[in-house]
C-alpha cells in the first residue's frame, strides 16, 4: 500500500482502496459460456453466489471459489478474472461465493455462509449440473484462510466430501507466531501490524486468534482433510506460514502439493484477476485441479 496510513483510515475508505487496486491489475478477461448471478438461503441467512460455466454435457465437477481481499475488501466484480480463468482452464463449474466483509461480517459468520454454500452445492448438484463427488475449494490470502478453515469445519461436522483444497498464498497464521516471513528491511513491522489491524476487523474477540478456524496452522489435528494445492511466493510475507502449513499436511498424511513461484511476492490483485504475473501459480493450481476432476491424462 506505499506511504498510505491505513490505522487512521474507516474500513470503509480501505475497503474502497483494496478493490481498486485489484480492479487496476491489466489483464485478458477469459470467456465462459455463461455466467449466473443466485442467491442461496442457508443457516446465515442470503449468500450471493455468481455461477460460471462451460457448456458440457452430464454432471460436471464444481469449484467453490472464496475471494480474498484482506477480510475486510474482495468481491464477486474484484474476482470475477479468477473465476473465469479456473472454470475455463479447470474444465469446471465455478462458484463464486459473495461472504459478508469484515467488520460487518465478523468470524465465524462469513466461514459459515462457505459452509452453507458448499451444502447447497451438494444439495442442489443435480439442478446446478454438477458432481457432488468432485467438488474443490480454492481461496487466495483471506479466501485461502476461508478455504483452509472450512476443510477443518466440514471434517469436524462429518460434512460432504471435498475433493481438493487449493490455498492461494493464504493467511494461515493470523498469530503470526514464527511464521511471518522476516525480509529483513524497514517495512518487515509495518507488514506484522497491517496483518494485525486486518485480523482486528474479522474477529470480535482477540482470543480467537489462535483458533484452527481463523488460523489454520494451529489446528491441533489435521489428518483426514482433503488433498492440498499450497500456493506461495518467494517474497510473500505469509509464505512461511503456507510452507509450515503443507509441512504439517504432508507429515499428517494428507497428499500435498507445495509450489513456491520465485521472484515475486503477494500475488494479491495479480492472482484476483488471473494476470500473466500470477499464471505459474494458477497453472500449477489448474493441473492439480484437473488431475482430481478427470484423473492424470484429464
Not at 489491524?197 to 494451529?218: E, F, G, I, M, N
Not at 500475488?267 to 499464471?279: H, M, P, V
Request: with cysteine; hydrophobic share 45%.
Amino acid at each position: 500500500m506505499g506511504k498510505v496510513d491505513i490505522w487512521s483510515m474507516a474500513f470503509q475508505e480501505v475497503r474502497k482502496l483494496i478493490n481498486q487496486l485489484i480492479m487496476r491489475v491489466h489483464a485478458d478477461v477469459p470467456c465462459v459460456d455463461a455466467i449466473e448471478d443466485c442467491s442461496v438461503i442457508g443457516t446465515t441467512g442470503h449468500v450471493p453466489v455468481r455461477v460460471y460455466r462451460m457448456r458440457h454435457e452430464g454432471a460436471q465437477p464444481a469449484i467453490m471459489l472464496i475471494h480474498g481481499g484482506a477480510w475486510v475488501a474482495g468481491d464477486l466484480e474484484t474476482h470475477d478474472n479468477l473465476a473465469r480463468y479456473l472454470c475455463v482452464k479447470s474444465d469446471a463449474v465455478v462458484l463464486s461465493v459473495g461472504y459478508t466483509n469484515a467488520p460487518e461480517g465478523k468470524f465465524p459468520l462469513p466461514l459459515e455462509q462457505c459452509n452453507d454454500v458448499l451444502n447447497w452445492m451438494v444439495d442442489q448438484a443435480a439442478a446446478l449440473g454438477i458432481d457432488p463427488a468432485r467438488i474443490a475449494v480454492a481461496g487466495d490470502s483471506a479466501g485461502g484462510n476461508l478455504a483452509a478453515a472450512l476443510c477443518l469445519l466440514v471434517r469436524d461436522r462429518q460434512g460432504p466430501p471435498i475433493a481438493l483444497q487449493v490455498l492461494i498464498n493464504p493467511a494461515l497464521d493470523l498469530s503470526c507466531k514464527g511464521t511471518l516471513l522476516r525480509q529483513h528491511d524497514v517495512f518487515d513491522f509495518m507488514r506484522w501490524q497491517v496483518l494485525q489491524y486486518l485480523a482486528k476487523q474479522y474477529l470480535t474477540d482477540p482470543a480467537s486468534l489462535r483458533h484452527p478456524y481463523v488460523s489454520p496452522l494451529h489446528a491441533p489435528d489435521v489428518t483426514r482433510l482433503p488433498p492440498a494445492v499450497l500456493i506461495v511466493a518467494e517474497f510473500d510475507f505469509l509464505r512461511e506460514g503456507g510452507q509450515q502449513y503443507a509441512g504439517r499436511l504432508l507429515a499428517a498424511g494428507v497428499p500435498t502439493v507445495l509450489y513456491c513461484q520465485p521472484g515475486v511476492d503477494h500475488l494479491a490483485g495479480d492472482g484476483a484477476r488471473a494476470s500473466k504475473k500470477a499464471e505459474p501459480s494458477l497453472a500449477v493450481a489448474v493441473q492439480e485441479l484437473r488431475k482430481i476432476f478427470y484423473g492424470k491424462e484429464g
